[in-house]
């Protein structure tokens, strides 16, 4: 079993950056997990939910969606953290975030790929 415990939202203001923390908790060798960032924006229902940025379970490999392409950052260190460094941040980054798992997966799935999921911790960006 997996627990996936997210940290770090907050309110910024556009321009401004945040990092938000996931600890995993896992039965499972943290090495054979591909974990996600996903956010669900404002009035999304949960299958709207958009991947933000990836890491594959070797950890050699990442992958971002466009819209956060050169200004976010996901990355994991060995005490079982991922993070995602958000840089520049807009409006439109407004959002719950929600750090996702699963097995020997790769940088980049659907959200129906993932079968562990945190609860989600939410990010305001005001203008």
Do not use: H
């Not at 770090?8 to 950056?17: D, H, K, Y």
């Amino acid at each position: 079993q997996v627990q996936l415990v997210e940290s770090g939202g907050g309110l910024v203001q556009a321009g401004g950056s945040l990092r938000l923390s996931c600890a995993v908790i896992s039965g499972s060798p943290f090495n054979d997990l591909a974990v996600a960032w996903f956010r669900q924006a404002p009035g999304k229902e949960r299958e709207e939910r958009e991947f933000v940025a990836g890491i594959d379970f070797t950890g050699g490999s990442t992958e971002y969606s466009d819209s956060v392409k050169g200004r976010f950052a996901i990355s994991r260190d060995t005490a079982k953290n991922v993070y995602l460094r958000m840089n520049t941040l807009r409006p439109e980054d407004t959002a719950v975030y929600y750090c996702s798992a699963y097995l020997w997966g790769a940088a980049r799935g659907m959200s129906t790929d993932y079968d562990y999921w945190g609860q989600g911790t939410r990010v305001t960006v005001s203008s």
